[in-house]
Antibody, heavy 131, light 111 residues
């Protein structure tokens, strides 16, 4: 059974940093891209960024709203994905979900190529940015 | 304001069919077959219902189907059931620097 468990959320002051962790189990972590999606209280979903698998370069991409402040990394030996959040703003207050990125199903895609959908989600961890 | 436009709410009676639309542009929905749909019950994490426009993950009832025409994608739920009452979000790849965009969400009420 695929499981994603986030940790590290909490209350932090504006301008400070916080690191979230996502511990994965039930699948070969290193074979998948991982992504973070957030949801502000009472609002909709917002993609934060993702990190590709090592087979696809381990590269990262970010939403414009967090680029330059947030960094996603991974430790395949521990099956953990991280979200390092710096220079936090009050508008970063949200539940942060760790997600697994599904594989591309098209016959034109390379084997195990990442697609742009999220097939498994963690339960989320709340980050509150407030003074 | 979300990048993809969804109706704020839809409703239907048990057994009926409803369709939720998701309108974007040629830079996202219309240009790529990377539209996905998520169901979210209150206080819960979202759940994938449809991926790459019309593919259904294993375990998702075949009452749920997805399609796309031009810049608008649609999620259809047939044979509505009480447990379908939830928020639904569409998502798409976008050629902009922000690679993935979501719709604002649609609240489905089963009357």
């Amino acid at each position: 059974e695929v499981q994603l468990v986030e940790s590290g959320g909490g209350l932090v002051q504006p301008g400070r940093s916080l690191r979230l962790s996502c511990t994965a189990s039930g699948f070969t972590f290193g074979d998948y891209a991982m992504s973070w999606v957030r949801q502000a209280p009472g609002k909709g979903l917002e993609w934060v960024g993702f990190i590709r698998s090592k087979a696809y370069g381990g590269t990262t991409e970010y939403a414009a709203s967090v680029k330059g402040r947030f960094t996603i990394s991974r430790d395949d030996s521990k099956s953990i994905a991280y979200l390092q959040m710096n220079s936090l703003k009050t508008e970063d207050t949200a539940v942060y979900y760790c997600t697994r990125v599904g594989y591309c199903s098209s016959t034109s895609c390379y084997a195990r190529a990442p697609s742009y959908y999220f097939d498994y989600w963690g339960q989320g961890t709340l980050v509150t940015v407030s003074s | 304001q979300s990048a993809l436009t969804q109706p704020a709410s839809v409703s239907g009676s048990p057994g009926q069919s409803i369709t939720i639309s998701c309108t974007g542009t040629s830079s996202d929905v219309g240009g790529y077959n990377y539209v996905s749909w998520y169901q979210q019950h209150p206080g819960k994490a979202p759940k994938l219902m449809i991926y790459e426009v019309s593919n259904r993950p294993s375990g998702v009832p075949d009452r749920f189907s997805g399609s796309k025409s031009g810049n608008t994608a649609s999620l259809t739920i047939s044979g509505l059931q009480a447990e379908d009452e939830a928020d639904y979000y569409c998502s798409s790849y976008t050629s902009s620097s922000t690679r993935v965009v979501f719709g604002g969400g649609t609240k489905l009420t089963v009357l």
